[in-house]
């Protein structure tokens, strides 16, 4: 937990003294600059709403293609809004998903970034902000880049912001609340800011100051525009000050990538897979079970080779795998991982709606709780397989929590016809069958648990 609530000196014209709440302060709006798949300007890669896209004073969102320097994304309104929100004690509307977690945990990703990058130097980034939330001083210690969205999957949940391979029939098999303007459409699959704006330019920005990158797509493992960051990042000579992180599909592991990797300080992967075996072959197809198992314990294998100082995995919690996410539990358990966290990061999925596990008809979500509940009884006991730092196991936990929370948080069954259009007319154009993969759920689906 955090410390109890201090007081800090406050600088600004009239040097009034302001009361911080620790209870909400983030580092993120401090610090941070993220860049999205369409190459617009974000506060934070989980803020929810419109307020999570910075805007400048007439309202505008804030593009690559501006070149805006540190000072002007970090000293935009909306940034310098939510700081001031946080200097006052309140949780930013954006901020709703880890103040939900919190209230379930204790523990969400607002206290790792905190950990990760204040240094105990609260007090000082404090000093430096006006009581309107203006930072005198901007510095940017943590890029979190999306790369565009080429990716080599389509997976069910995702949406053709984050991979162009959506757009085409992106349409064809959303129910009619969920479909985009085909204009809308078209231009996700044909534009590509990392090909029209420069990633070297984004990058040099960075440099002076960064600790960390934090790549993305899209898939950035295939993205070549990835490797020209780093090579940048080595050529410049701050290479060994700078940890990388990714979010990937851990589809490929290209040499090209895990051979320039021992130039920086460390490596983090947050590795996203859904399911055991056929499971997640559906959920993010075309990936196959195979390979995700192979570059599982090639990561295992070459943790210190390849520099990485952590690798876990990342599993969204749907309807598809609400049943049997305990399997995929089970497989990293027991898959003899000496490296790699052989506990996984649950996390509920919040869009598309129709997917979400708050539409689990109620016998179906006793199971569910069930399970899930005696998986939080095994690594409370410590019992063989979860051997794994007390901090990470807690995580574990406090992840399991959340998404019994989030599921138990309301009932959505009404909203199963979405659900079941949508399994129809992707099943159609996959050539899948989302009653093979889950049969468990669709028996709920097909005896009377729903009208």
Not at 36 to 62: M, P, T, Y
Not at 94 to 114: A, D, F, P, T, Y
Request: proline residues 5%; glycine residues 6%; aromatic residues 8%.
């Amino acid at each position: 937990m955090l410390v109890l609530e201090k007081r800090f000196v406050m600088r600004n014209h009239k040097s009034s003294m302001h009361k911080h709440s620790p209870d909400t302060f983030c580092v993120i709006p401090w610090l941070h600059r993220m860049t999205d798949e369409q190459g617009f300007h974000k506060l934070c890669c989980i803020a929810v709403g419109e307020g999570n896209s910075l805007r400048n004073a007439k309202g505008e969102r804030l593009h690559i293609s501006q070149k805006l320097t540190d000072e002007q994304v970090l000293n935009s309104p909306t940034a310098k809004e939510v700081r001031r929100q946080m200097m006052s004690g309140a949780w930013p509307e954006v901020c709703e998903r880890c103040r939900q977690r919190e209230e379930v945990s204790g523990k969400s990703i607002r206290h790792q970034l905190n950990v990760r990058f204040e240094h105990g130097n609260r007090e000082e980034l404090l000093s430096q902000t006006r009581a309107d939330g203006t930072l005198e001083r901007p510095v940017i210690r943590y890029a979190d880049i999306r790369l565009g969205n080429v990716c080599n999957l389509t997976c069910r949940m995702c949406v053709p912001d984050a991979s162009r391979l959506w757009a085409p029939f992106y349409n064809k098999v959303q129910p009619k609340g969920w479909r985009r303007p085909e204009a809308e459409l078209k231009a996700l699959g044909g534009n590509n800011w990392v090909k029209h704006e420069s990633v070297a330019w984004l990058i040099e920005q960075c440099l002076p100051t960064a600790e960390s990158f934090n790549f993305a797509g899209g898939e950035p493992l295939i993205i070549p525009e990835m490797v020209e960051a780093l090579e940048l990042c080595i050529h410049s000579g701050r290479a060994g000050e700078i940890s990388l992180s990714y979010n990937t599909n851990l589809t490929v592991l290209p040499e090209k990538v895990t051979s320039l990797w021992p130039h920086f300080r460390h490596v983090s992967l947050v590795c996203s897979v859904d399911g055991y075996g056929r499971v997640n072959d559906y959920i993010r197809r075309p990936s196959k079970w195979t390979d995700i198992d192979r570059n599982l314990k090639a990561l295992d294998r070459h943790f210190d080779e390849w520099n990485i100082r952590w690798a876990g995995v990342s599993a969204t919690v749907q309807l598809h795998n609400i049943l049997s996410v305990h399997e995929l539990i089970a497989y990293l358990r027991n898959a003899g991982f000496s490296r790699l966290l052989p506990v996984p990061q649950l996390v509920p999925l919040f869009y598309p709606g129709y997917l979400s596990v708050q539409g689990l008809p109620r016998p179906a979500k006793a199971v569910a709780r069930q399970r899930l509940e005696s998986e939080i009884e095994r690594a409370e006991a410590g019992k063989q397989g979860y051997q794994a730092d007390p901090a990470d196991i807690a995580a574990f936990i406090g992840s399991i929590r959340s998404v019994i929370e989030f599921m138990d948080a309301k009932d959505t069954t009404p909203g199963l016809s979405d659900f079941l259009f949508f399994c129809r007319e992707s099943d159609r154009a996959f050539g899948d069958s989302w009653r093979e993969i889950a049969p468990e759920l669709a028996q709920y689906l097909g005896t009377g648990h729903i009208k």
